[in-house]
């Protein structure tokens, strides 16, 4: 993956710059894997924009929304530049997440009211914010300990989210119904999905993302489901990353496609559409006319002797004289 020669390029800088040794650069490659540094950097950027959005702005030098703006463009940025180091395939993938994501972000939250966010609205930086959790997510399911152990992975995904939702349904102050559905579906993910090391990668990131989000109060679940009603909810649900699973799905499904008809459309002839409309037109009539000057020039074949043109002489047989052509005869003309 283009992210990973990235992050290798940066370990070994940092690495040259601290010890300044090949062996020590060598060795920290090794044992390192890029993917999960980009993890890491993922989940403290998340972690740090969290806390500073957690603090009471009468603390802040600056309003609330400069704060917002400050967070939500400096998220963009931070996309923007991982992206910069994927693949076109990824781009598309993670610009399809926060796509759907941020469709359910403004339905759920301000609408529904399904959960609520401090500051009354979506913050600025969520939409992004799915960007980086996407990436996050694949890039763990891309490292080295996940690819080397995938079973194990899964298998210790579905057991404990397995027993958070349980937890959630039998033990939990509020009754979790949503989590247990959403860990039904993380499940299938799971079992069924195409890349279920990206599905284990999601419930790493998005039960951290969740647990702090609602620590922190920059977010909070409503007891039952803004719908029906009944519905039982979490803060978080317990299977949260279930319905982030949802957004994965589509992404990768659908990301593939739409990178095909983009490059066919591209490589397709253009044409060019013709403005005057293709009607017949008359040709003018005929009828006496003068001849152009060409014509009225003596013609070129005039002779200048007094007989008419011979056959080919050297075949024989054929020393008649040709019948004077009438361009060739002899008359009195005037200089024009």
Partial sequence: ???????????????????????????????????????????????????????????????????????????????????????????????????????????????????????????????PGHGLVYLAALALGRSRPLRAHPRFFVGATALVGGAWAVHGLVLAQRQDVLGAFWFLCLLGFLVWGRARLLYVGAFVVVTYLELLGTHLNTWAWAPFDPVLGVIGQGNPPSGAAGGYGWFDLWATLLAPRLQAGLQVLVSSPRVSAWRRPLVATALPPNGPSLPSTEVNTPPASTTMGTSAAMSYSSSEGSQAMSTAPSASSMYDQKSP
């Fill in 1 to 127: 993956m283009p992210v990973a020669g990235g992050w290798a390029d940066l370990l070994d800088l940092l690495a040259a710059r601290v010890w300044g040794s090949a062996n020590l650069v060598d060795m920290t490659r090794r044992r390192v894997d890029p993917e999960l540094v980009l993890v890491g950097v993922v989940l403290l950027w998340i972690g740090m924009f969290l806390l500073v959005d957690a603090v009471p702005v009468a603390s802040l030098p600056v309003s609330e929304l400069t704060r917002q703006l400050v967070l939500g463009v400096s998220t963009w940025a931070m996309l923007g530049y991982l992206l910069s180091r994927e693949s076109v395939l990824v781009r598309w993938q993670t610009l399809l997440v926060v796509l759907f994501a941020s469709i359910v972000e403004y339905t759920f939250s301000p609408l529904l009211e399904a959960y609520v966010y401090r500051i009354g609205t979506v913050p600025l930086f969520v939409p």
